[in-house]
């Protein structure tokens, strides 16, 4: 069963929905117990950084996600704002991030005046990386669905699982180990959407 951390911000019924649809069961919960009884994590996320982190550190459910993904190697997957608060810190914001995934989200500066910033819509992302999240995807065109006006810079390009360009290159999707991210919101990315989140419940 997939636990949908509940923090106050985030898609959680369309995400829930989608895995219903690929024959996952799924509860939305901020409980620690509950969330204890899930094999994997999905932390979204729809809103600015700061607030995404206030809550999560005013629910003490950072301190929580921290435990089970560093100690006990549940795997987590972020997406969208969740992302971006997987990492050390946004140019959003001032607080820190929960610092899981050595990256920073910094704001799109772009030079080609007819990119407008969000970066809104259906766009194509590149697999760098054979993980079992993207298993069986790499020999597909991959479209999915953005919203955002920040994106992950990584410390270390081992850390870069999708790549997306929108004016330059930028990590659409990150990965350290059982730590996940993806920029784009699979639950509205239909068919490649379904296979994504499919893998990770397969993983």
């Known amino acids: 069963m997939i636990g949908i951390i509940d923090y106050g911000l985030g898609n959680l019924g369309s995400i829930k929905n989608m895995l219903k ?17 899930c094999n994997k994590l999905i ?5 600015s950084f700061d607030a995404g982190m206030s809550k999560l550190n005013d629910s ?3 301190d929580y996600i921290k435990t089970v993904t560093e100690k006990e190697k549940k795997p987590i997957l972020g997406i969208c704002l969740g992302m971006q608060l997987l990492g050390k810190s946004s ?25 407008k910033v ?18 069986n995807l790499l020999d597909k065109r991959q479209r999915y669905y953005f919203v955002h006006s920040y994106h992950a810079v990584c410390e270390s390009q ?8 929108y004016g330059y290159d930028f990590a659409a999707a990150v ?18 959407g379904m ?9």
């Open 21 to 37: 649809v690929i024959g996952e069961k799924s509860v939305i919960s901020s409980d620690a117990e509950e969330l204890d009884k």
């Open 43 to 47: 932390l979204p996320g729809v809103g």
């Open 60 to 62: 003490k459910l950072a």
């Open 91 to 115: 140019e959003e914001g001032i607080l820190p991030g929960l610092g899981l995934i050595p990256f920073c989200s910094k704001r799109f500066q772009i030079e080609d005046k007819r990119l």
């Open 118 to 135: 969000p970066h809104m819509g259906w766009d194509i992302v590149k697999i760098e990386k054979d993980i079992p999240l993207t298993h």
């Open 158 to 165: 081992e850390n870069v699982l999708m790549t997306c360009d």
């Open 175 to 192: 990965v350290k180990d059982n730590v996940m991210g993806v920029q784009f919101h699979p639950e509205k990315s239909h068919s490649f």
């Open 195 to 203: 296979a994504l989140l499919t893998n990770f419940v397969e993983m």
